[in-house]
Structures are given as structure tokens and as C-alpha cells.
């Protein structure tokens, strides 16, 4: 069992930057691969991006390449990700998850945890 929790979400101006974190407990963090997925209101949950156990792998959905970094650190049991660039289609609630499966997975049904999630609101 993992617990998650996000944090960093807010309100940014277009063009600004974010960075979300995401807090594990319970079992060691290095034993998942973790993502980051978003919703906005009446849209289904989308993939942003994915880490592998160790951080070498990391995996982005199209539409944040270039603009998104995620990185973690197991040490501190965290996974972030870096917002620049921000655009008002960003407006989502962000969710982190993590997965028991060892490589980097892209859907909402090959994680196993997930957290409460964070808004995120970019104003244009």
C-alpha cells in the first residue's frame, strides 16, 4: 500500500510556471513507477506523464512535451513535475499515481494508487 498526496496546484497566469509535488507514504516509493494525470470539468482523465522506479525512463504526453519535466526523488519519497509555459487548456485537476508494474505505463487502469489531486488554474 502507498499513499499519495499532491500539492503545488494554484492559480498561474498563462506563459507562468508551476511545480506539483507528490508525497508518498506507507510502502518505499522506489518500488512504484509514478505518472501524473489530469481532468478538466467534463473531459475524461488524461495521461501527462510517467516515470520509471528509478527515474531514468520518464514517458510525455504530446500536447506537454517541451513544456513539462517530471523527476523524483526516492530519497525524499517524492515525484514532481515542472510546469512552464503554461497554457489555459492546463486547467485540469492533477492527480498522481503509482503503478507496481516495472515499466512506464500511459492509462488511468495500469495504476494501482492514486492521490486526491490538485487544480490547477491557468488564466489567459
Known amino acids: 500500500q502507498v499513499q499519495l498526496v499532491e500539492s503545488g496546484g494554484g492559480l498561474v497566469q498563462a506563459g507562468g510556471s508551476l511545480r506539483l509535488s507528490c508525497a508518498a507514504s506507507g510502502r518505499t516509493s522506489s518500488s512504484y513507477a509514478m505518472g501524473w494525470f489530469r481532468q478538466a470539468p467534463g473531459k475524461e482523465r488524461e495521461f501527462v506523464a510517467a516515470?520509471?522506479?528509478?527515474?531514468?525512463?520518464?514517458y510525455y504526453a504530446d500536447s506537454v512535451k517541451g513544456r513539462f519535466t517530471i523527476s523524483r526523488d526516492n530519497a525524499k519519497n517524492t515525484v514532481y513535475l515542472q510546469m512552464s509555459t503554461l497554457k489555459p487548456e492546463d486547467t485540469a485537476v492533477y492527480y498522481c499515481?503509482?503503478?507496481?508494474?516495472?515499466?512506464?505505463?500511459?492509462?488511468?487502469?495500469?495504476?494501482?494508487?492514486w492521490g486526491q489531486g490538485t487544480q490547477v488554474t491557468v488564466s489567459s
Open positions: 499515481a503509482a503503478t507496481l508494474k516495472s515499466t512506464v505505463v500511459t492509462t488511468t487502469r495500469q495504476y494501482d494508487y
Open positions: 516515470i520509471s522506479r528509478s527515474g531514468a525512463r520518464t
